[in-house]
């Protein structure tokens, strides 16, 4: 997939942090080294994907937000990109101390998680529907009042036997699924980046991943 480069913009000096992001794009994950690398921490993945690419980290937000930011861009075209550090189940807090605090608006907010409704390595991107029991997408639609907020999910697809989900998705890949992840993680990233700009050619993008 196409490399694209819209979010990784120079990035955005002192002045600027105050004016309102015209994007937020937020990586769902459980805080902690006991969770990295988990199925559940995909967007995470995602986020530190757009970072790394230009030598970006994300450090502590305002005192009052309840997550890890990174601002790039300048002006009109500024984004906010973020991490909780709440666990899955209480993501809502977080997400709602980003809007409140950076006064974005919740139609310009794109949230990524991992799916085991989608099989292993595919893509969507959607606004709306439900929260296929994912605790972190149930806790967003509780906190903000909506289920009326983009989602990019990411596929681990269906735990094997009578496995829990839980358990599942709080399992590390295996060394012969890590390399499709990363690149799935990758590709991902792409779609973000084409998210900003067009919303309709994003979601095209995104469903073509597992499919060609």
Same mark, same amino acid.
């Given at each position: 997939?196409?490399?694209?480069?819209?979010?990784?913009?120079?990035?955005?000096?002192?002045?600027?942090?105050?004016?309102?992001?015209?994007?937020?794009?937020? !990586?769902?994950?459980? *805080? !902690?080294? +006991?969770?990295?690398?988990?199925?559940?921490?995909?967007? $995470?993945?995602?986020?530190?994907?757009?970072?790394?690419? @230009?030598?970006?980290?994300?450090? @502590? #937000?305002?005192?009052?937000?309840?997550?890890?930011?990174?601002?790039? !861009?300048?002006?009109? =075209?500024?984004?906010? %990109?973020?991490?909780?550090?709440? $666990?899955?189940?209480?993501?809502?807090?977080?997400?709602?101390?980003?809007?409140?605090? &950076?006064?974005? +608006?919740?139609?310009?907010?794109?949230?990524?998680? /991992? /799916?085991? +409704?989608? *099989? &292993?390595?595919?893509?969507?991107?959607?606004?709306? #529907?439900?929260?296929?029991?994912?605790?972190?997408?149930?806790? %967003?639609?509780?906190?903000? !009042?909506?289920?009326? $907020?983009?989602?990019?999910?990411?596929?681990?697809? @269906? *735990?094997?036997?009578?496995? =829990?989900?839980? +358990? &599942?998705?709080?399992?590390? $890949?295996?060394?012969?699924?890590?390399?499709?992840? /990363?690149?799935?993680?990758?590709?991902?990233?792409?779609?973000?980046?084409?998210?900003?700009?067009?919303?309709?050619?994003?979601?095209?993008?995104?469903?073509?991943?597992?499919?060609?």
């Amino acid at each position: 997939m196409k490399r694209l480069k819209t979010l990784l913009s120079p990035r955005t000096t002192r002045r600027e942090t105050a004016s309102r992001p015209s994007h937020v794009v937020v !990586g769902l994950r459980n *805080p !902690g080294a +006991d969770y990295e690398g988990t199925r559940h921490n995909l967007g $995470f993945e995602v986020v530190e994907r757009l970072l790394g690419a @230009r030598g970006e980290t994300l450090s @502590r #937000g305002p005192s009052r937000v309840r997550a890890l930011v990174a601002q790039t !861009g300048v002006g009109a =075209d500024r984004h906010l %990109l973020a991490v909780p550090t709440t $666990f899955m189940n209480d993501s809502g807090s977080a997400v709602v101390s980003l809007i409140s605090y &950076f006064k974005a +608006d919740v139609g310009d907010l794109l949230v990524i998680h /991992d /799916d085991i +409704d989608l *099989p &292993f390595g595919r893509l969507r991107l959607q606004v709306g #529907g439900g929260s296929g029991g994912h605790n972190g997408i149930r806790s %967003l639609e509780r906190s903000l !009042g909506t289920k009326e $907020f983009s989602r990019l999910k990411v596929g681990v697809g @269906r *735990p094997p036997g009578s496995m =829990d989900p839980a +358990d &599942f998705v709080l399992r590390a $890949f295996s060394k012969a699924e890590r390399p499709e992840a /990363d690149l799935m993680v990758a590709d991902a990233a792409d779609v973000v980046d084409l998210w900003v700009t067009d919303r309709v050619k994003a979601q095209e993008l995104a469903a073509r991943r597992g499919r060609e």
